[in-house]
């Protein structure tokens, strides 16, 4: 009786068991069916094409604006400002004055010497008439003509010292703001305006440091404003053999026709720095960085079966330049290749994608 009992027992444990293992089976592979009912997770980005493009990489230096013809007026001499004949900002020619010192104590000493050299002049020549009947000495006539070479010598000094505290345009041009007026003391140095040429050409000096491009007079540079307008094409005139002293660099200077840019103002200059190559040109939202360095995605034609279209590929890149928000970059590419752009943040290897058209807003 005891062995019936245990085997009963037995019988509808092992029942009981296989009723809720096979209830248990029976709820697994309806959650599994249920989950195969979802869809797989995808992305969704929009598109580009890898297009292949010749480029050259460029390096921008700041370059210094000169004009040919530009001076800094400024006195020579310690002096009374007593004439400012032009206005400031007139165009003056050549030879006119631009300033006058006060020089009237100069003129006098001159006009001093002058009489003093008239008088010498006279009695040398009646010394020379006495010399010849012998009634003059050979000391006298000596002294006389040392008398003469002397005074010389001091109109010559004091025309000197005059032309210093007049001051003439060397060129034709067109003065800039006055420092100075009428009546002020200004000292041998001190700036008194500028003068700048008419013509509208002008040189852009600049530099180029060592290792970075190599230039020859006949290449031409892209010049472009502070704020990265663009103003011309200049051509280099000349390159310096030696490398500035400490700077490791070498002057280069450019020349272009255009008058609105102003002498001492400052530029960018688009420096070629290798040859053209080939590169690819990529949009700037599909590049992605990590750990390992930029990458990209290009979408394929995923498998048969797949929910969505497409499938990411993720392929490495060298990343040479960049202009505009758009990529240069050479890697393992083919042109045409459709390129995940916004959105290419959330893909990874292997992930399925969908591609949308990108809407941009007004």
């Not at 500035?244 to 840019?261: K, Q, S, W, Y």
């Not at 290798?274 to 498998?303: C, M, N, S, Y």
């Not at 590419?333 to 809407?359: H, N, P, Y």
Request: charged share 25%; aromatic share 6%; proline share 4%.
């Amino acid at each position: 009786m005891r062995i019936i009992s245990w085997l009963i027992t037995l019988v509808v444990c092992l029942a009981v068991t296989g009723g809720l293992a096979g209830f248990k089976y029976f709820q697994i592979a309806e959650a599994k069916a249920l989950a195969e009912s979802f869809p797989p997770p995808f992305s969704v980005v929009t598109t580009a094409s890898a297009q292949q493009d010749e480029w050259t990489a460029i390096r921008r230096l700041t370059g210094t604006v000169r004009a040919p013809q530009f001076v800094e007026v400024a006195a020579e001499a310690t002096g009374r400002v007593v004439e400012l004949p032009s206005e400031a900002g007139a165009v003056v020619q050549e030879g006119e004055v631009l300033l006058r010192l006060f020089d009237d104590d100069l003129k006098a000493q001159r006009a001093a010497f002058e009489a003093d050299l008239n008088l010498v002049n006279l009695q040398l020549k009646r010394t020379r008439e006495l010399k010849k009947d012998a009634m003059a000495s050979q000391d006298q006539l000596d002294t006389l003509e040392a008398r003469q070479q002397s005074l010389n010598a001091q109109i010559a000094a004091a025309d000197a010292q005059l032309s210093r505290l007049t001051l003439k345009a060397p060129f034709t041009g067109r003065l800039g703001i006055y420092t100075q007026s009428v009546g002020d003391l200004m000292r041998a140095g001190d700036r008194l305006t500028t003068l700048s040429g008419m013509g509208d050409t002008r040189w852009i000096d600049f530099k180029i440091p060592q290792g970075v491009a190599r230039v020859a007079p006949g290449d031409t540079v892209r010049l472009l404003s502070l704020d990265r307008e663009f103003l011309g094409e200049a051509q280099i005139t000349a390159v310096a053999d030696a490398l500035a002293t400490g700077l490791r660099a070498f002057d280069v200077r450019a020349e272009i026709d255009d008058a609105r840019l102003r002498h001492g103002e400052l530029v960018l200059v688009e420096v070629r720095t290798r040859r053209p190559e080939i590169v690819f040109t990529l949009p700037a939202p599909a590049v992605r960085w990590d750990a390992e360095g930029p990458h990209v995605f290009v979408l394929k034609d995923a498998e048969q079966g797949a929910y969505v279209p497409l499938r990411a590929e993720l392929r490495r890149i060298e990343v040479v330049g960049e202009s505009s928000g758009t990529v240069m970059a050479r890697g393992d590419l083919f042109a045409g290749e459709t390129l995940a752009v916004q959105g290419a943040f959330k893909l990874s290897d292997g992930s399925l994608a969908r591609a949308v058209v990108a809407v941009t807003g007004r």
